[in-house]
């Protein structure tokens, strides 16, 4: 939390410093829907479908130059996917009770998690109304709650905390536009793509990573 904090003063403090230059800072709420799927490195466990999530924060871009940026934000990021059990049973261990999750069997996860983004911006000039983007960086994620469900057993959204790893680490690509709406202030859209490059779940023999793609929308001030 005290890292939280500091990261949030960074922000505010880089804020008031940028007002008197509004056209060297740019400053946006969004709110994206996604799909999210797992990625396994073994045949032991079968990705098994996405789950729908929402990615919802502020980004902040500083321009170093007139069509260049550093970006970054913060999000309140829900992430998921199914995981099918192909080879071995697993043991799933929620806050109510433990499960013995047999071969063949489905269990669906779905966290949520605090992600600072880092990255560069590029940005076309504006054509009509609408400026064109492109933006690559990478992200870090801390996991904030998690919840399993196995539709054997009868888990139906319950916590758990020993299978989610605390965080882990993605890049992400992006395209999109802004329609001016006058000023400075635009309507932002477009799409992202995230791919992990560190693990999101704890389970034995394996690297099960996250991958999602979103639909951006936001506001920018």
Known sequence: MKRLGLFLSLILLMLSKQRVN????SFGVFADPQLSWFNSDTKRYDPNGPVVGLNIGFNA????AKRYAFSSGLSVNTLGGNIRLMQSAFTLKTIDSTYNIAVGDNIKFKSQYLTLPIGFKFRTNQIGYITYFANVGVSGSLRIRSYAWNETNSVDRETTKSHMEWGFASYHIGVGGEYSLGGESAILFGIT??????RIIELPGSTITSQSFSLKIGVIF
Request: net charge negative.
């Open 22 to 25: 509004a056209q060297q800072f």
């Open 193 to 198: 793509w995230n791919d992990g490059l560190t």
């Open 61 to 64: 871009d500083k321009f170093f």
